[in-house]
């Protein structure tokens, strides 16, 4: 049943403009001239190599958002935090015109952003997995009781 929400276009991009930096980077690297009027040393090459991993590490580290739905709970991965959550901690699904990402509302009061849907590049695929996740939401949280909602409120009288 996991279901997994991940920017597949964002990821392809990112991915791909990481691995053509890090060629270019390399090719610097090699070609630049050894002699001449301004020779590139050894710690010259070595340091454009590095640029070129660093800014592939980067964009990895950028595409690596997503979420995972599982019977469990959410497992919510951004760029550097991971966090997981029951379902009964998610009580409502946001994404708003504008947004970058979806926002999850929290039993605590907080908010969660959830990087791994977009609307970004992929617009119409964001809106399908807010929604998905919307209903995933519903079925299988265990909303606690709020007030104003219905339940057991004592009521005039």
Same mark, same amino acid.
Do not use: N
């Given at each position: 049943m996991p279901v997994t929400f991940r920017p597949?276009?964002?990821? =392809? %991009?990112?991915?791909? %403009?990481?691995?053509?930096?890090?060629?270019?980077?390399? =090719?610097?690297a090699v070609l630049m001239p050894e002699?001449? #009027?301004?020779?590139?040393s050894t710690g010259d090459r070595?340091?454009? #190599?590095?640029?070129?991993? $660093? #800014? $592939? #590490? %980067? $964009? =990895?580290?950028l595409s690596r958002p997503k979420a995972v739905a599982d019977r469990g709970g959410l497992?919510?991965?951004n760029v550097v935090v991971r966090r997981r959550l029951a379902w009964a901690e998610v009580l409502g699904v946001r994404l708003r015109?504008?947004?970058?990402?979806?926002?999850?509302?929290?039993a605590d009061g907080t908010t969660l952003a959830v990087m791994g849907i977009q609307p970004g590049i992929a617009r119409r695929q964001a809106l399908h997995d807010a929604r998905l996740l919307r209903e995933l939401v519903?079925?299988?949280g265990e909303a606690p009781e709020r007030p104003g909602r219905g339940?057991?409120?004592a009521g005039p009288g």
């Open positions: 597949l276009l964002t990821r =392809v %991009v990112l991915l791909t %403009v990481g691995i053509l930096l890090l060629g270019t980077f390399l =090719v610097l002699e001449g #009027a301004s020779p590139w070595v340091g454009v #190599a590095v640029l070129g991993v $660093l #800014a $592939l #590490a %980067v $964009l =990895v580290l497992t919510v991965v015109p504008g947004d970058a990402w979806v926002h999850l509302d929290l519903t079925a299988l339940g057991d409120q």
